[in-house]
C-alpha cells in the first residue's frame, strides 16, 4: 500500500519530454521529404520546358518556398516561445490597483458591437479578478485560465495543451504562433498534395514501366501520402482552433464552456481574435506582436483577462 501512494503517476506523463528531440526531427525529415519531392522530382526540372509549363512551376515552387519560410518560422517561435509563466510569489491585483490599471479603458475597447447591447456602458463592464486558485504543486498562485502542465512540471499562462510536435506548452504567449503553425502546415500539405497528384498517379505506370528512378517514384508515393494525411487531420484541427479563438475559449476551458448559459470570456468574434493575433492587421500573418499590442492587451500577457458585465464570477 506505500508504495502506491507514493507512486507517482505524472511520471509517465514527464516521459513524453523524451520524444522532444525525435518530434523535431521527425517535422523536419517530413519537410525534407516533401522538399525533395516537391521541388527536385516533380516541379523543378519543369522550370526548363517552355511556356506555359515553366510559369506554372515558377509559381508553384514560389508559393511552396513562402509557405515553408512561414511555417518553419511559426513551428520554431511556438518550439522556443515561452507559453508564459507565473511570476514567483503572483497574487491577484487588490481591486484599488486594477481600477487603476483600467482607468484609461473604455467598454468599446474590449467590448465588440454584437456584445455590447447585453452589456453596461461603463467601467463596470470590465471586470479584471476572477476566480484565483493556487498550486500546490508549484507552491504559488494562479491566474485565472492557469493549469499545471504534468509534462512540463509548471503552471503554464492560459494553457491550452502540451503539444508533442512542438515539444513544448501551448498557451497565453505562443498560441498565435501555434495556430499559425498549423494553418500554415495545413496550407502547405494542401498545395504538395495538389501538386503531386499528377506525379501520383503516374506512379504507377512508371513503376510497370521502370521508367523511372526507384528512388524517385518511392519519394513521390510516400510525400503524396503523408501530405494528404496531414492535409486532412489538419484541416480538423484547423476548424476546431478557429471555433476556439472566435469564442475566446482554449481546449481546456471546452468542458467548463458547455456547463456555462454565457461564457464570460466570450466578447465578441473580432475582440476574441484580436486576444490571441492583436490589432494590428499586419502581423495577423506573422509570429509576431507589436509592442502596442503587448502593452495594452492584458490577454497576450496571460495574467489579466477581461470578461462580459452580464455573467456573474
Not at 71 to 95: C, E, K, Q, T
Not at 171 to 176: D, E, I, L, S, V
Amino acid at each position: 500500500m506505500d508504495c502506491c501512494r507514493s507512486a507517482n503517476p505524472f511520471r509517465l506523463c514527464s516521459a513524453l519530454r523524451v520524444l522532444g528531440s525525435f518530434m523535431v526531427f521527425l517535422v523536419l525529415a517530413i519537410v525534407t521529404l516533401s522538399y525533395y519531392a516537391v521541388v527536385v522530382v516533380a516541379w523543378g526540372p519543369r522550370l526548363s520546358h517552355g511556356f506555359p509549363v515553366s510559369v506554372l512551376a515558377s509559381v508553384i515552387i514560389v508559393v511552396f518556398h513562402l509557405l515553408l519560410a512561414l511555417l518553419i518560422w511559426s513551428y520554431f517561435m511556438v518550439v522556443f516561445h515561452d507559453p508564459g509563466a507565473v511570476p514567483a510569489n503572483w497574487r491577484p491585483l487588490l481591486d484599488e490597483e486594477s481600477l487603476e490599471r483600467t482607468a484609461s479603458a473604455t467598454l468599446s475597447d474590449y467590448i465588440a458591437p454584437e456584445t455590447r447591447a447585453s452589456t453596461s456602458s461603463t467601467l463596470e463592464g470590465i471586470e479584471r479578478r476572477p476566480n484565483t486558485g493556487y498550486c500546490v504543486r508549484c507552491q504559488n498562485g494562479k491566474p485565472p485560465r492557469c493549469h499545471h502542465c504534468s509534462v512540463c512540471q509548471r503552471c503554464v499562462l492560459k494553457m491550452d495543451h502540451h503539444c508533442v510536435w512542438v515539444v513544448n506548452c501551448v498557451g497565453a504567449r505562443n498560441y498565435k504562433f501555434f495556430l499559425l503553425f498549423l494553418i500554415y502546415t495545413f496550407l502547405e500539405t494542401l498545395l504538395d498534395t495538389f501538386v503531386l497528384l499528377p506525379n501520383f498517379v503516374k506512379f504507377f505506370g512508371d513503376a510497370r514501366k521502370h521508367s523511372s528512378s526507384p528512388g524517385n517514384l518511392a519519394v513521390t508515393f510516400l510525400a503524396f501520402v503523408l501530405n494528404l494525411a496531414f492535409a486532412l487531420s489538419l484541416l480538423c484541427f484547423v476548424g476546431m482552433h478557429t471555433s476556439l479563438v472566435l469564442s475566446n475559449t482554449t481546449t481546456i476551458e471546452v468542458y467548463e464552456k458547455k456547463k456555462a448559459v454565457i461564457w464570460k470570456y466570450d466578447l465578441g468574434k473580432r475582440k476574441n481574435f484580436e486576444q490571441v493575433f492583436g490589432t494590428k492587421k499586419l502581423l495577423w500573418f506573422l509570429p509576431l506582436f507589436s509592442a502596442e499590442d503587448l502593452e495594452k492587451i492584458p490577454a497576450l500577457k496571460g495574467l489579466d483577462f477581461p470578461t462580459r458585465s452580464d455573467v456573474e464570477l
